[in-house]
């Protein structure tokens, strides 16, 4: 990954050691990431703690600006506020959605205690026309220590998402199988 040219595709496969755990190939890095609890789903549901397979686009990108410089992207770059939500409640008409807390529908808080969002990236699932229960934020974020597993998303090493972000651009996808 050098220079001016745009990673198109992002291949998160599981490694045999176990459902949670996984490799993230972009161009020639090879990293080690951070899965569902339960693996990797082709029948994504709410709460289910499993990463849903297929293609996703990267949309957007927020990072916590008291703890981390702006990521180098092409990709749309948005500062996380004390107020950053996301709702996960399949009832809610801004289910799969950002939203400003304090809110009465079940919720995400973006701005964490841990790092795990410090520089989170928003994947195309479930999110043009978002189907209730079918899975809401879905992510790219910082791994946890010993890459622990997700409830769902892809987690990887904070200087690994620095290097893919900086040849990210749209229509950069993560392929999940």
């Known amino acids: ?86 709702c996960d409640d399949p009832a809610d008409r801004r289910y799969n959605r950002a939203l400003r807390l304090p809110a009465a529908a079940s919720h995400e808080r973006l701005w964490r205690s841990d790092h795990l969002y410090d520089i989170v990236v928003v994947l195309d699932y479930n999110l043009a026309e978002p189907i209730p229960g079918a899975g809401s934020a879905i992510f790219l974020h910082i791994a946890a220590p010993g890459f622990s597993p997700t409830e769902g998303c892809v987690a990887i090493a904070m200087p690994a998402m620095r290097r893919i972000l900086a040849v990210a651009a749209p229509g950069t996808c993560l392929d999940i199988y």
């Open 1 to 86: 990954m050098s220079g001016n040219r745009h990673l198109r595709r992002i291949l998160v496969a599981p490694v045999s050691a176990g459902k949670s755990r996984g490799l993230l190939i972009a161009g020639g890095l090879t990293v080690p990431c951070a899965l569902g609890r339960s693996g990797i789903t082709r029948r994504k549901r709410e709460g289910d703690g499993a990463t849903p397979s297929g293609r996703m686009a990267l949309v957007a990108v927020f990072y916590r600006p008291d703890r981390v410089r702006r990521p180098a992207t092409n990709l749309p770059v948005s500062p996380l506020r004390p107020d950053s939500g996301w």
